[in-house]
């Protein structure tokens, strides 16, 4: 594993094999996945309700995202089964000494992408009907700078932790202060590709990391 990696967090898992990535790679598993990772427990039947998809169509997916070590079984709320998340967050990244990681998690990492834009988009598409004190909190923020792999690793640990201050709100309502909304933030921190013409400004870079 590469001294990059930024370690674990407590309550954090580290997932790199490529058949438990790919079984993650199905729209509405990531949405089972997001939506229980979010709100802690919840039943097949509320996972529909939530999804706008069947409890049949829904029960399937959840228990292959059992099968696979990302969810498990709560306690049981009478004749209720509700299911949880196995940890509180994840980490993803591939590791270089298992073949095949890569692949499966930029499968997962586009199909996470492509949601959450489209709600960005949606946000952006209905602002009209949003009063004005939710448009000016909004923020589309863009930045570009130099950094090392290392300052680089640092900014991620930093942008995986910035919303920890509203941690439990989820599932603890009385936590929430009033006109709090459930809200998103989507953070992306990653090197220019080398395929991009400003990577030219940089030919020395790739020959230190080789």
């Known amino acids: 594993m590469s001294d990059n990696f930024p370690p674990e967090r407590p309550g954090q898992a580290r997932v790199t094999d490529p058949a438990r990535l790919r079984a993650l790679a199905h729209p509405i598993r990531l949405e089972l996945f997001d939506l229980l990772t979010e709100r802690g427990e919840l039943t097949a039947t509320q996972c529909a309700e939530a999804l706008g998809e069947s409890a049949a169509s829904c029960s399937f997916h959840l228990r292959m995202l059992e099968k696979y070590g990302f969810i498990e079984r709560a306690q049981a709320r009478g004749r209720e089964k509700p299911w949880r998340p196995v940890a509180r967050s994840w980490d993803m990244r ?16 586009v199909l996470g992408i492509d949601a959450e834009w489209g709600r960005v988009r949606s946000f952006f598409a209905e602002m009209d009907a949003e009063p004005d004190q939710w448009v000016q909190a909004s923020t589309f923020t863009r930045s570009t700078f130099w950094a090392t792999a290392e300052e680089l690793a640092q900014l991620s640990r930093d942008l995986q932790e910035i919303t920890d201050r509203f941690a439990g709100r989820s599932a603890d309502p009385s936590l929430r202060p009033p006109g709090a909304r459930f809200s998103r933030m989507v953070a992306v921190a990653n090197p220019e590709p080398w395929s991009s013409p400003y990577a030219a400004q940089t030919p020395d870079a790739k020959e230190a990391e080789s």
Do not use: F
């Open 94 to 109: 591939p590791d270089p000494a298992q073949p095949g990681s890569l692949a499966a998690m930029r499968e997962v990492a």
